[in-house]
């Protein structure tokens, strides 16, 4: 997707507020924030949402969900922390590459 601006982000083409990145995945701060904290964590890959995700991708997907906690607690969010994964139009995901919103108040 040469026009998806999370893609972009991925390739430093649009400066973001990193927290943390590895050869699979980019975590960074949310540019309109509905938390005090409130990050998301993409994959690097272009996957459109999680209706796109296959059994291929459970190896991606559990890196993601085991990353979580550990990003949460840098973040000070020990005590406990939101995370919501918005699915298609109707689910209300407006950036078409999936994300996972990790959200909190320390």
């Not at 190896?59 to 840098?74: I, Q, Y």
Request: proline letters at 7%; a negative charge.
């Amino acid at each position: 997707m040469h026009d998806c601006i999370f893609c972009k982000i991925v390739k430093g083409e649009i400066p973001a507020s990193k927290v943390y990145e590895d050869d699979d995945v980019i975590a960074f701060k949310d540019i309109r924030p509905a938390a005090p904290v409130h990050l998301l964590l993409i994959p690097k890959r272009h996957i459109e949402s999680l209706l796109d995700c296959t059994a291929d991708d459970q190896p991606l997907l559990g890196k993601m969900l085991a990353l979580t906690p550990v990003l949460a607690r840098e973040q000070g969010l020990g005590a406990g922390f939101k995370t919501a994964i918005n699915t298609g139009l109707a689910g209300g995901q407006e950036v078409f590459h999936l994300h996972l919103h990790i959200l909190g108040t320390p």
